[in-house]
């Protein structure tokens, strides 16, 4: 980089420090307050050396080059190609970088000299090139010149010019160009009625301005009242953020607004975080004018996304809040938090920038950390979550039963111990903690058990002396101990002896006793009540399921349920949307009813809304939704009756789960179809099959199950096999999951890579 040049922007940041230090709050200020000034500002400068987008990362690295990792599908990491990047690759053609930025699926770079160049996703416009057509290596902004900031929404450019104009283009449905409009454009065009503006951020669909006098100013959409100018009616072009100065900082989430005044404090205004019910439930306040977030001082630095926000304190950590589904917080779970909490094992840090789902930090040291999502890669350590091949599971041996729940496993060993790994957010490992485990852990208090099984959220065992016992999550009573308090150690099922066999649906639960009769407790279907609609009670005690007797073998799907009694028919209960009763219908049924045209059943299994038999002449039938070829027809055709699954023959043992099953022959081979979208059917590739297909590299199988994305076997020496999806560490074998909780060392910024 030209020196020359840093030391024209730095005098043009120290005569906007000048202005602001005389005019900014209408008072003198104290030492301290100027001193956060610079900070602020020296953040900003160190934050530029960083990117988030929608699933990308960038850094700029001491000799001006520009690296790049994650999700490439437009060519966002300018790398030439548009194949993802777990290890970064170095954008071509760019030298000279002092500022990047990236939007949700494309990427800015500031050069020395002023000019901007853009690459990836087109379609609005965002790349300023005057066209509509992605590049998936740089190509420079037309007719802007001086620039020394630049800012990215999700499909849209923002750029600072030395005169302290801001200049904008790409999409514009909300005003979020400020030029007056609603029209898209694909050349750069002034906000208008700003001047004398010091820093700016942008959103998927509003901007922000600071001006040199330390007020703030919006424009865009408006819905949350992101706009803090007191209502909620979208904007064209700029409006003063109401009872806000002194300001040093901003920062602009797509539904949020955040800013740092001089004292240190932070202030937010639009979609507040409140609270959290689980990773899909949460609820929000809507602010239009900005309030104090509490707990925050001396901070120096902001960030903020969709879901979450971060905050750089002038000791060097960083603290975080908001929502947490994939770990991005950095505090070690995956729990939403109103108030901050500090990331862990972070220090030393000089800038911050937030994502979606996923964090980056930049340590004084040149090190970049980063947190959260993974799936594309984006953490930059050289990992994702798909495995398409099985992979052995660390030192795992001596294993006789497995359990797959929505992203948690659950083995049960020879010597009558449960073991558990992956996500914790319910306590569903049973491990006395809410923290996911990327290695096994023994479930707490349990011994002499023999059976297992999990749900979405919850584990069931089952011991030797018919006794089950249950823990995790317990919003539904599906723990059924007569409470509804989740659980992160085993508890006892109330009322319940004699069992002989244990089964987990989504949020429910059942026991088949040694008389042949079916208990359930957890959610339980009641009625329909309109087109994809039910209406359901929440039963935290067992109670029988009436109209059953001679049951030799029960199983849970989803939202529905099936008995295997003695004399080999199958009967089913529950949500009936795809036809997984099989009774011919599409009507839902709290009491059993009897699958038509099944006779001679060894086996039952359920997916999410499917259903599959084995029948004692080794075939395998199937009923239900087919979207994914999981019926394994040759068709992705709904089956309200059983059809028979195409091309297997010597079944001895069959699983299902979310949408794809499988089927263990005689032979030890194992046979996979449906959903394949995370890798799960383990043939090396991710294409959905509506036909058996082998898996691939593993033989002498004993055993097999399957979670809602990814699938486990057993081999005959004990060994555990695992693939698809490792989102939240469900294959216990330590290393990296599809997000990371805690920081972890991004190869972004290393030189040697």
């Excluded at 800015?108 to 965002?126: E, I």
């Amino acid at each position: 980089m030209r020196e020359g040049t840093w030391g024209q922007i730095r005098l043009i940041l120290q005569v906007w420090l000048g202005v602001l230090l005389m005019t900014g709050c209408g008072y003198p200020e104290s030492p301290d307050e100027s001193g956060m000034m610079r900070s602020a500002i020296g953040g900003a400068q160190a934050r530029s050396r960083i990117a988030a987008g929608g699933g990308h990362s960038l850094a700029i690295r001491p000799d001006g080059m520009v690296w790049a990792s994650g999700r490439n599908s437009y060519g966002q990491l300018g790398d030439g190609t548009t194949s993802n990047r777990t290890i970064p690759v170095q954008i071509q053609g760019l030298s000279g970088i002092v500022s990047v930025r990236a939007g949700y699926y494309h990427s800015l770079a500031l050069r020395y000299d002023g000019t901007v160049w853009a690459s990836g996703d087109n379609y609005y416009g965002q790349l300023g090139i005057g066209s509509t057509s992605g590049r998936v290596t740089p190509v420079q902004v037309q007719g802007l010149n001086g620039v020394v900031s630049i800012t990215a929404g999700d499909y849209q450019s923002l750029g600072l010019r030395s005169n302290g104009t801001v200049w904008a283009w790409g999409r514009n449905s909300n005003g979020q160009l400020g030029d007056g409009t609603t029209f898209n454009r694909s050349l750069p065009v002034q906000v208008q009625g700003l001047s004398g503006v010091l820093a700016i951020d942008a959103s998927s669909s509003h901007a922000l301005a600071l001006r040199s006098d330390g007020t703030v100013w919006a424009w865009g959409e408006n819905y949350y009242g992101q706009l803090g100018d007191g209502s909620k009616i979208s904007r064209t072009s700029p409006v003063q953020v109401q009872g806000l100065s002194g300001v040093v900082a901003i920062a602009a989430g797509s539904s949020r607004s955040i800013a740092v005044r001089s004292d240190g404090t932070v202030w937010e205004w639009g979609s507040v975080f409140v609270s959290e019910v689980d990773l899909s439930s949460y609820s929000i306040s809507t602010k239009t004018t900005p309030v104090q977030v509490q707990g925050l001082s001396e901070v120096s630095a902001v960030d903020t996304d969709d879901s979450h926000s971060l905050a750089l304190r002038t000791d060097g950590t960083v603290w975080g809040w908001g929502r947490n589904t994939e770990g991005q917080l950095g505090d070690g779970t995956r729990v939403g938090r109103p108030a901050p909490v500090q990331v862990v094992g972070l220090s030393g840090i000089s800038a911050i920038v937030t994502s979606y789902s996923h964090s980056l930090a930049l340590r004084s040291d040149g090190s970049v950390w980063a947190v959260g999502s993974n799936v594309a890669g984006e953490l930059g350590d050289g990992t994702t979550s798909k495995h398409l091949f099985p992979v052995q599971a660390q030192a795992e041996s001596g294993i006789v039963a497995t359990a797959a729940g929505d992203a948690h496993s659950l083995l049960l060993r020879t010597d009558g111990t449960v073991w558990a790994s992956g996500k914790n957010y319910s306590g569903q490992l049973g491990d006395g903690t809410w923290n996911n485990r990327l290695s096994q852990v023994q479930v707490q208090a349990l011994s002499g058990a023999v059976a297992v099984a999990a749900g979405d959220n919850h584990s069931i065992a089952l011991r030797f002396d018919g006794t089950v016992w249950t823990w995790g999550d317990n919003f539904s009573g599906a723990l059924g101990d007569g409470t509804r308090t989740g659980r992160t150690s085993p508890v006892q099922v109330q009322g319940l002896s004699g069992v002989v066999a244990i089964a987990a649906g989504a949020d429910r639960s059942l026991a088949l006793r040694s008389d042949g009769t079916v208990w359930q407790w957890g959610a339980l279907f009641v009625r329909d009540t309109g087109p994809g609609s039910s209406e359901g009670v929440l039963q935290s005690t067992p109670v029988k399921v009436q109209g059953l007797s001679g049951v030799l073998s029960i199983a849970a799907g989803g939202y529905h349920s099936l008995a295997l009694r003695s004399n080999g028919t199958v009967w089913a209960w529950g949500e009936n949307q795809g036809g997984q009763l099989g009774d011919g219908s599409g009507s839902g049924s709290a009491a059993p009813v009897l699958v038509q045209g099944l006779s001679g059943a060894l086996a039952i299994e359920a997916g999410y809304g499917h259903s599959l038999a084995l029948r004692a002449n080794g075939t395998v039938w199937a009923w239900g939704g087919n979207s994914s070829g999981q019926l394994g027809d040759g068709t992705n055709s709904t089956r309200v009756v059983p059809t028979q699954v195409q091309g297997l023959e010597g079944v001895v043992t069959i699983a299902a789960s979310g949408a794809h099953s499988l089927a263990l022959r005689t032979d030890g081979t194992a046979w996979v179809w449906g959903e394949n979208s995370a890798g799960q059917l383990g043939d090396g590739s991710t294409i959905n099959r509506s036909l058996p297909v082998q898996v691939q590299g593993v033989g002498e199988v004993v055993s097999i199950d399957a979670g809602s994305s990814y699938s486990m076997l057993v081999r005959s020496d004990g060994a555990l096999w695992v693939w698809g999806t490792n989102s939240d560490g469900q294959f216990g074998q330590g290393g990296s999951a599809s997000y990371s909780t805690f920081p972890v060392l991004s190869l972004l910024y290393q030189s040697g890579t």
